[in-house]
């Protein structure tokens, strides 16, 4: 079959050329079921203008032409060409044809999807942050599920109310209180797509009162300039020293709201001793202004009971938020936000505006998962998991490279080494790493520069290694692949 690229009908123009090239992608519409085939031809026809396979200015045969030598109806033909016109990818004059416009975008470039690499089958991955999502409960999660669907009423599949599901919202202000110390009732909980949409909904509010910047900490998050970038607030870096932000370099500042970790500082590992939860609590009220605790991985600490939530301290100071994606799976998108009930309310309605509210059925199914007690196991057996493998990770440092200093509480999902002098400098070290395809994050990469701070006043290589998704028997081959890149 092939097209002679006659032209004179009206619809169609000359072929040969650039429009045999691409012959071959629209074979397919010829053997689809009938029903089907507009759309197939339709899909192929895009396909082949937006891939270049048919170049802008080319003509296309005449509906007539293509038919025949697809064996379709003319009609079918006309509609596709009609109905590409109408979207802009071809253009077409009475008397003159049809042929490929000239102003279609090209697909842009795959970019990397940033997944854990398997370091089984690849270069050892030390990315922190990152949990073991094969631990994640799909037996469990599915049974909840399954559960949850057969009881819901049909009237809970509209839209939700935007500060969340009520059920969650009651079983979340019940589980924070218990497991986190959270001052927390369902009134003050806003349901949130994570930690991300809470910093940017409460950025939101603080913007619409007429705050112009938000204190983080140095080192910190990075993402964390770029959320608040977003809504027209600017992030000041400060300090951070071996108790967490730094309250007198907070008051040079000039910020009247600020984030903050007291209970396992990122990426440093630090906890908020008493006293400076005190002077950061005071700092709020002296300026009338806002914490907002990122309790990211708070539900993790392997040498004692985890730390209270600052936020029980002062409700009517501190944000809260949290989400479970250091617990369960990142891709779930379920957090919460709890705040002052002014500023929880003025949140809620930003979301209204936002997204509508999350999917009711992952909120349903979570609240049962919580209220079952099947979050509280899986808690359990990931703190097994995790504290196994922060032990084989500190071990394998020791024997590997001697001399390394482990800082920070027994914690998290990652841990911060100094390695010994001699490794230094820190570039030439990246450098041969990256070479070995390891995969590593420096302190270095998360200080902004307001003050050394835990970066330390000497040339070691300080490294933040994620350790959570890697099993221990990986964790030292990790460790091992690094000490021979190096």
């Not at 009134?187 to 009162?209: D, P, Y």
């Not at 806002?290 to 991985?297: C, G, K, S, T």
Request: glycine fraction near 12%.
């Amino acid at each position: 079959m092939t097209v002679t690229g006659t032209s004179g009908s009206g619809d169609g123009g000359e072929g040969g050329g650039p429009w045999t090239a691409a012959w071959e992608l629209l074979l397919p519409a010829a053997g689809a079921p009938a029903r089907r085939r507009g759309r197939v031809l339709q899909a192929a026809l895009r396909d082949a203008v937006r891939s270049g396979r048919l170049a802008a200015g080319t003509p296309l045969p005449s509906s007539r032409e293509l038919a025949a030598d697809l064996g379709v109806s003319r009609g079918l033909v006309t509609d596709a060409y009609a109905q590409l016109t109408a979207e802009g990818y071809l253009l077409s004059r009475q008397g003159a044809g049809t042929w490929v416009a000239g102003a279609v975008a090209r697909p842009v470039a795959a970019v990397p999807d940033g997944s854990p690499v398997d370091v089984r089958g690849g270069p050892a991955d030390f990315r922190p942050g990152v949990p073991d999502l094969s631990l994640f409960p799909r037996a469990a999660w599915t049974a909840a599920h399954r559960r949850v669907l057969g009881r819901l009423p049909s009237l809970a599949l509209g839209y939700p109310d935007p500060r969340g599901l009520p059920e969650l919202r009651g079983a979340l202000a019940d589980l924070l209180a218990r497991r986190r110390g959270v001052a927390a009732d369902p009134g003050r909980l806003v349901v949130c797509s994570g930690v991300a949409q809470a910093l940017t909904l409460l950025g939101m509010v603080l913007a619409g009162r007429g705050v112009r910047s938000v204190a983080v900490e140095d080192p910190g998050s990075p993402e964390q300039a770029a959320l608040f970038a977003a809504v027209g607030l600017t992030a000041v870096p400060v300090p951070v020293d071996g108790n967490g932000l730094d309250p007198v370099a907070l008051a040079a500042s000039g910020a009247r709201a600020a984030v903050v970790t007291p209970s396992h500082q990122f990426p440093t590992g630090t906890a908020c001793p008493p006293r400076r939860r005190a002077e950061l609590l005071e700092w709020a009220r002296r300026v009338d202004g806002l914490l907002i605790e990122d309790d990211y991985d708070g539900d993790f600490r392997y040498d004692r009971a985890p730390v209270g939530a600052l936020q029980g301290l002062a409700p009517d100071r501190v944000a809260y938020a949290g989400s479970v994606s250091k617990t369960l799976a990142p891709g779930l998108r379920l957090g919460w936000l709890v705040a002052p009930p002014d500023v929880a309310e003025a949140a809620a309605a930003r979301k209204r505006t936002m997204d509508l509210g999350n999917p009711v059925t992952e909120q349903a199914v979570l609240a049962e998962f919580v209220r079952s007690g099947q979050y509280d196991r899986h808690l359990r057996r990931c703190q097994r998991r995790y504290r196994e493998r922060r032990d084989a990770l500190v071990r394998a440092l020791e024997r590997h490279f001697p001399g390394t200093e482990v800082s920070g509480i027994a914690a998290g999902l990652h841990v911060v080494a100094a390695l010994p002098e001699r490794l230094g400098p820190e570039p030439v070290f990246l450098a041969r790493a990256a070479r070995a395809g390891v995969t590593l994050r420096p302190l270095s990469s998360y200080t902004a520069g307001a003050g050394e701070g835990e970066a330390g006043g000497d040339d070691r290589v300080r490294l933040v290694l994620g350790y959570a998704h890697l099993s221990a028997g990986d964790v030292e081959t990790c460790v091992r692949v690094l000490r021979a890149s190096v």
